[in-house]
C-alpha cells in the first residue's frame, strides 16, 4: 500500500494557543484510520488543515502524491478529498435529491431557486443513486430534509460526501447525537463503504470507532499522543490517563 495522506510536522496556531502541536501522520491508501481524543484536542482543526479551510502556521500537506498545503479547498475535492461536518449543514426546506443536486453542483439553495433546471442528469442521477445506496437512503428521495430523523439527516451527509466517488472521505464525528439504534445503522454503513475508499474518522465513542478501523491515532492538546492498532488502544496507560482527566502535562 502506498502512502495517501501525509501530514509533516503540522502546527496550527489561533492566536496564542497551538490548537494542532507538531504533528505528523501518515495514511496508506485503504486504510481506515481513527481520529480521537478529547474535546478540544484538535481533531477538528486537523480536518479543517487536511481539507484546506485552515492554513498551518507551519508544516506540510501532501494528498495523492503532491504538496497542497497551499491548494483551495476546491481543488483538493477536485484531487479526491471529500468531508462531513460535526454539525448537520443540510438545506432542511429540500428533498433528499434536491440537497444532493445541490453538492453535486456545488450550489447554494439562493442559487437553487434561480436555476432552470432542477432535475438531475442520467450521469448525475447514476452517481447520485450510488451514492444513496452506500447510505442506505435509496426510498428516502423525495422526503424533506425536515421530516427526517436526525439519523437520516447524518446519512444524507455521508451520501453527499460520497457522490463525488472520492479517494478519501474524512467523517467528523458522524455518530454524534444519534440514538443507539441509528448509531448502529450508521456503523453498518461505515463498515461496508468499498474498502479501496481511504476513511479518516474522528469519533468520540471508543467502542464504536474501535470495531470499525485498522489504527488509531490519539491527540491530546494539540499533541500526537498515541499511534496503535485498535487491540493496544483501550490499554494503553496514556490513552486511558487521556480519557480518565489524569493526562500528565506534555513536556
Ligand atoms: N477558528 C478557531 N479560532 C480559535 N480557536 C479555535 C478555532 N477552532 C478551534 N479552536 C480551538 O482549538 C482547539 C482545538 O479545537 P478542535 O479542533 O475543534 O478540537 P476537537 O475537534 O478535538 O474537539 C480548541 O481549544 C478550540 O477552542
Ligand atoms: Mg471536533
Not at 426510498?139 to 457522490?163: D, I, K, N, T, W
Amino acid at each position: 500500500m502506498s502512502e495517501l495522506l501525509e501530514l509533516d510536522r503540522v502546527t496550527v496556531q489561533f492566536g496564542g494557543l497551538k490548537a494542532v502541536d507538531d504533528v505528523s501522520i501518515r495514511v496508506k491508501t485503504g486504510e481506515r484510520r481513527a481520529i480521537i481524543g478529547p474535546n478540544g484536542a484538535g481533531k477538528t482543526t486537523l480536518f479543517n488543515v487536511i481539507t484546506g479551510i485552515v492554513r498551518p502556521a507551519s508544516g506540510a500537506v501532501r494528498f495523492v502524491g503532491a504538496d497542497v498545503t497551499r491548494t483551495p479547498v476546491h481543488a483538493r475535492t477536485a484531487l479526491g478529498m471529500s468531508r462531513t461536518f460535526q454539525i448537520t449543514n443540510l438545506f432542511p426546506q429540500l428533498t433528499v435529491e434536491e440537497n444532493m443536486l445541490l453538492a453535486l453542483r456545488g450550489l447554494s439553495p439562493r442559487k437553487f431557486s434561480l436555476l432552470g433546471d432542477n432535475t438531475l442528469s442520467a450521469d448525475e442521477r447514476a452517481r447520485a443513486e450510488r451514492a444513496f445506496s452506500l447510505s442506505r437512503l435509496h426510498e428516502r428521495r423525495g422526503v424533506a430534509v425536515r421530516e427526517m430523523s436526525y439519523g437520516e439527516q447524518r446519512q444524507l451527509e455521508m451520501a453527499m460526501a460520497l457522490v463525488t466517488a472520492p479517494k478519501l472521505l474524512l467523517l467528523d464525528e458522524p455518530a454524534a447525537g444519534l440514538s443507539p439504534a441509528e448509531r448502529v445503522i450508521v456503523s453498518d454503513i461505515i463498515r461496508a463503504l468499498p474498502r479501496d475508499l481511504t476513511l479518516v474518522l474522528i469519533e468520540h465513542d471508543m467502542d464504536l470507532v474501535l470495531q470499525l478501523v485498522d489504527f488509531v491515532t490519539v491527540l491530546n492538546n494539540g499533541h500526537l499522543l498515541v499511534e496503535a492498532p485498535p487491540s493496544e488502544i483501550r490499554t494503553n496507560q496514556d490513552v486511558q490517563d487521556v480519557y480518565l482527566g489524569k493526562a500528565r502535562p506534555h513536556a
